[in-house]
């Protein structure tokens, strides 16, 4: 006999028994005991979140041979069938590959016959979203009035494509992702009853790499148990999903914090070289990145952090050589390299850029603390020259007003410059009350100014734009 995965096998068969959608299947049990069920439904959501498996249990509760009633008896062969999904009165329609205009005229002229052996004749649409627009117009007269034997349930995952007709004229549903915890449970309990050995952190991590979709969940823990041999641990998942060694990725994002591009591109190299795949690299890199700003900002809280990761007291080490400010850049990066490797034919270079991008974020300073340095630069050079700022700006503003002006280089620009014919005869004409003047401009720096630069970030400042202090005022 065919082997059935456990997606399939483990279908809910009743409201009671859908995943994370406990508000939606609410409703319908009520609307179905009040009797104030819609003639159309429309069920939005992301894949593997139980839109389909939603629309047969309310088909089952409306055909079921002891209904409608919100508790399906699962045993009549309405509900057998409806659940295999071959049933002749419950129609399930790809969208995908139905998209015309003559297959919703097809749709639109059978709704008109009675079912064969059910209360209603059920059309089931998936991904509706796939219909064109002339296949959306022959549709809305049939949806809006339609027989009173007939019941209309879309999905999509994309339910901005839809006309504002089709919308208005559905009962709208939005199913949301299942969080981590509920899919881990649900997991729990499909290992017990396959009588399969599953470590907790395993689940967890097979429930996380769903990323809300019960359906990707159970594939991947199908996938776990035939490589895992019956007993599920970490370390195959981590096999099943091609997942990088946490501290070999750790390993390059600490060479990036130590400012080494070389090592950044070494450990990179490895990475390659045992087989990883690029795409997923930057992923696992991404993810590393995030854990170290979560580690930065919020501490070593564990529900917070990658299951596949290294252990938080490692993340916390390499967190403290970056400053938040240079994380928030580091994922900038790694961001814009997972875009661009998407449709890159080499994506190697674009990968290996980031990382060099991220290894020279060690020389960022928080602007915080650049500031305030300037701040205080302004007010050593207010207290040495005996001025105080001008109205209006504060000592960090008049900080900020000191130009590094392109010159000559520093050796140079400490030589006096040759004075023109005209200065000299200006010189003459002004006369002695100008030279103390002239004397006092002549006159060395004072001590505040061969301060401000000796400051570091001020003769790197210098250096890079080959230029000299330029005070202003005097």
Same mark, same amino acid.
């Given at each position: ?21 406990? $508000? ?19 069920? @939005? ?18 055909? @079921? ?11 009549? /062969?309405? @509900? ?9 009165? *419950? +129609? ?35 991904? *509706? ?70 470590? $907790? ?6 429930? =996380? ?46 060479? @990036? ?7 950044? +591109? ?10 990883? /795949? ?10 590393? &990145? ?57 994506? =190697? ?9 991220? $290894? ?13 340095? +300037? ?6 050079? &207010? ?9 209006? =700006? ?42 103390? =003047?002239?004397?006092? /401009? ?12 000796? /400051? ?19």
């Amino acid at each position: 006999m065919a082997y059935t995965v456990l997606a399939r096998r483990y279908r809910s068969t009743s409201f009671d028994e859908v995943i994370g959608q406990e $508000a939606i299947a609410r409703t319908l049990r009520s609307a179905i005991e009040q009797d104030r069920v819609a003639h159309a439904y429309l069920f @939005c959501g992301t894949r593997g979140v139980g839109k389909t498996t939603m629309a047969r249990i309310l088909a089952r509760a409306l055909n @079921c041979q002891k209904g409608p009633t919100p508790e399906p008896c699962g045993k009549c /062969d309405i @509900c057998q069938a409806i659940h295999r999904g071959d049933d002749v009165d *419950v +129609l399930e329609i790809d969208g995908a590959s139905n998209t015309g205009v003559d297959d919703v005229r097809v749709l639109r002229e059978n709704a008109h016959y009675r079912p064969a052996r059910a209360r209603y004749k059920i059309y089931y649409v998936d991904e *509706v979203h796939m219909l064109s627009r002339s296949a959306f117009n022959a549709l809305l007269k049939t949806l809006e009035e339609p027989p009173e034997h007939v019941k209309f349930i879309f999905s999509t995952t994309e339910p901005e494509r839809l006309p504002p007709t089709i919308l208005s004229r559905c009962q709208r549903f939005d199913f949301r992702a299942v969080p981590t915890e509920r899919i881990a449970e649900h997991l729990k309990d499909i290992a017990r009853r396959e009588k399969v050995k599953a470590d $907790a952190d395993a689940l967890v991590a097979v429930a =996380r790499e769903g990323r809300g979709s019960v359906r990707d969940a159970l594939t991947l823990l199908d996938q776990v148990i035939a490589v895992s041999a019956a007993h599920v641990t970490l370390e195959a998942v981590r096999q099943a999903v091609g997942a990088a060694s946490g501290g070999k990725v750790l390993a390059v994002l600490s060479a @990036c914090a130590e400012g080494s591009a070389a090592g950044a +591109l070494a450990g990179f190299a490895d990475l390659l070289a045992a087989g990883a /795949d690029i795409l997923a690299l930057l992923d696992h890199l991404l993810r590393q &990145a995030r854990d170290l700003l979560v580690v930065k900002t919020c501490g070593r809280e564990a529900a917070l952090l990658d299951v596949f990761g290294p252990d938080p007291k490692e993340l916390a080490s390499a967190a403290e050589k970056l400053s938040v400010p240079a994380l928030v850049a580091a994922l900038g990066y790694l961001a814009e390299a997972r875009n661009r490797a998407r449709y890159a034919v080499d994506a =190697r270079p674009i990968a290996e850029l980031a990382l060099v991008r991220m $290894a020279s974020l060690r020389e960022m300073e928080p602007l915080p603390e650049v500031l305030a340095r +300037l701040e205080a630069m302004g007010r050593a050079v &207010a207290a040495a020259t005996g001025r105080e700022p001008p109205a209006g =700006r504060t000592p960090a503003a008049g900080a900020q007003a000191r130009q590094v002006a392109a010159a000559p280089p520093r050796a140079e620009a400490a030589r006096p410059a040759p004075r023109s014919p005209e200065a000299d005869e200006k010189k003459k004409t002004v006369g002695p009350a100008a030279a103390p =003047r002239a004397a006092a /401009d002549e006159s060395p720096a004072p001590p505040a100014a061969a301060t401000e630069a000796a /400051d570091p970030l001020v003769q790197k400042a210098v250096r890079l734009f080959d230029g000299r202090i330029v005070r202003q005022g005097g």
